[in-house]
């Protein structure tokens, strides 16, 4: 092979690892924007995989902890900006509620979702969106309970 094809050929490669990196990325985003409707299965971007996860990140679409207490765990980890606590379910439940009454919500990108520790963990990692805030926000579940809430500002 001459040169020319060599390098045609390595720029076309190199040219599908970016292609395949950008649809990649965008693939594990979920993005709420819109309030969605009361009727779980009648949110259009929520995957067809419905699990307890996904009435969780409508809970923070909204800005409603009230959606969240069948998912608390009996204790929860909870770091609000600076502040950290182990805090029980409902004490958790109402520094949320304050969190959200202060920084009403504009909606929330579900970044990535996963599993660890043989199955019995999960995780999801987003933004939390109010105003012209973004609040960097993980979650870690232990046996389909919350067990540990984070929201940083970015």
């Known amino acids: ?12 490669f190199l040219l599908g690892i970016v292609i395949g990196m950008y649809f990649k990325k965008g693939s594990d985003e979920l993005e709420i924007d819109q309030p969605p409707p009361t009727q779980q299965g ?13 009435d969780v990140l409508i809970g923070f679409n909204r800005g409603e902890a009230e959606k969240l207490r069948p998912y608390l765990g009996e204790e929860v980890e909870l770091t609000l900006l ?10 958790a439940m109402a520094k949320l509620a ?27 990692i987003g933004n939390f969106r109010s105003g012209t805030k973004s609040f960097r926000t993980y979650l870690n579940f232990y046996k389909e309970k919350i067990v540990e809430i984070r929201m940083e500002d970015e």
């Not at 092979?1 to 076309?12: G, I, P, S, T, Y």
């Open 1 to 12: 092979m001459d040169r020319k094809k060599v390098l045609l050929l390595a720029l076309l």
């Open 98 to 124: 304050s969190f959200f009454d202060q920084h009403p919500a504009d909606g929330f990108r579900l970044r990535h979702r996963g599993q660890s520790g043989g199955g019995d963990n999960s995780y999801l």
């Open 42 to 54: 009648s949110v259009s971007n929520i995957p067809e995989t419905y699990d307890q996860s996904d």
């Open 82 to 91: 600076e502040e950290e606590d182990i805090l029980s379910a409902e004490e």
